[in-house]
């Protein structure tokens, strides 16, 4: 799957590709190409070195799962601003429920989507550098899992191009003062790119009848009936805003197909026009284990990192502060923890929350006994079955339970 997204880069000349546990991939395969792999230790790391290469005016590119884009959100947050000078393409796999689609709101980046098939993505790609180059800002791209194997790329297109880093404090440091003039200049780049999005072959309509869907490439190819039209969008972010309205004005009833987390309902001006929001996970979601989905295991709502690494600490801590009933158990594993969990722990701690923790230790629990023992928390236990979960109910107490297997 990741071989096949990395072939397709290699052939829109990509120079740069990082990533971060993708399964299957080969790291020499770019051996004698001129292009430069590497699997990074995590995947924030990976995006600031493909975004270090990508300001140097080289193409670059992440491979990521959709999960694996919010761990990377630190510098991805800033990277509209900042800009690059050679494209950047994160490319994301929609591997369960959650979708890289609300991202573009948040961080100003544009987002396109693909339905994972081999002309279809190829295109999308090839468009997200030509976009990236053209207004110098990093492209998002959410995929299905492609559908077929695809061939290895033969020769890569183009030259290689050079690098030129050029010295510009106003852009690269972007302190409030020149952080101001970079807004201006992002929104302008934003209103650019959906004036262009509106003729985007990527974004397809089929007309059959007046009540009509939008949604958008990753959602899948489920057909909602044979009398419904569908506006199948392939650039989520910003929304072209025309091709939206037409739609919508054709139509009787319309309602927005997207994941859990609204992108496209969000940007629509005609809000008063949508029947109604439908929440879609696609055929690749995950069977057990959204937040979102009600999971319960012995009385205790369950609460997982759907919003990034050791996200389900902030979660919790803001059910049981805004008066959730029952217990909640947080499920996070030791990498997220140390990513990123460490603030959540202390915050609720600071303000006396209670929930219990779960962390998979993954051959780690001495190091977190350690961890927790080292700043005078004395409520982590170890559990060697699920089932001692249970025990641990009604503690009414923040308690830590480090477990070796999965949940």
Not at 200 to 224: D, S, W
Not at 359 to 381: M, P, Q, S
Request: hydrophobic share 40%; glycine share 12%.
């Amino acid at each position: 799957m990741y071989q096949n997204i990395y072939e397709l880069i290699l052939s829109c000349r990509a120079r740069l590709v990082y990533t971060a546990g993708a399964p299957g991939l080969e790291v020499n395969s770019a051996k004698g190409s001129g292009v430069h792999f590497e699997a990074c230790i995590n995947e924030k790391a990976a995006f600031e070195m493909a975004l270090a290469g990508a300001w140097t005016a080289k193409r670059a590119a992440c491979i990521f799962s959709a999960a694996g884009v919010y761990e990377a959100l630190d510098p991805l947050m800033s990277s509209a601003y900042m800009g690059v000078k050679g494209g950047l393409v994160i490319a994301a796999v929609k591997e369960g429920a959650l979708d890289v689609t609300p991202l573009g709101l948040f961080s100003k980046l544009p987002v396109l989507v693909s339905d994972g098939s081999r002309d279809g993505l190829s295109s999308t790609l090839s468009f997200a550098f030509d976009l990236s180059e053209r207004y110098e800002i990093p492209c998002l791209v959410e995929t299905l899992p492609p559908r077929e194997p695809f061939e290895r790329a033969e020769e890569l297109k183009g030259p290689a191009g050079r690098s030129a880093f050029v010295k510009n404090p106003a852009r690269w440091a972007a302190i409030p003062q020149f952080r101001y003039e970079l807004h201006k200049a992002l929104n302008e780049k934003i209103d650019r790119m959906a004036d262009e999005f509106e003729t985007y072959t990527g974004n397809v309509q089929l007309l059959r009848g007046k009540r009509g869907f939008i949604t958008h490439h990753a959602c899948g190819k489920e057909a909602p009936g044979d009398d419904v039209s569908v506006l199948a969008l392939g650039s989520v972010f910003p929304l072209p805003q025309r091709l939206v309205s037409t739609f919508i004005d054709g139509m009787e009833e319309v309602r927005v197909v997207e994941g859990p987390y609204a992108a496209i309902g969000l940007q629509v001006k005609q809000k008063e026009r949508i029947g109604g929001h439908v929440s879609r996970k696609g055929p690749h979601a995950r069977k057990k284990g959204a937040s979102g989905a009600g999971e319960v295991l012995f009385g205790l709502t369950v609460v997982r990192d759907e919003l990034g690494p050791a996200s389900s600490l902030n979660i919790a801590h803001g059910m049981v502060k805004s008066g959730t009933e029952g217990g909640i158990l947080a499920v996070t594993d030791a990498e997220a923890f140390l990513h990123s969990g460490l603030p959540a722990f202390v915050n609720t701690l600071y303000n006396g929350s209670a929930y219990l923790l779960l962390i998979k230790t993954k051959g780690g629990a001495d190091e977190l006994e350690h961890l927790f023992g080292g700043f005078g928390f004395n409520r982590c236990f170890r559990v060697k079955t699920a089932g001692e979960i249970e025990d641990y109910h009604g503690e009414g107490k923040l308690t830590v339970l480090l477990y070796e297997g999965d949940l």
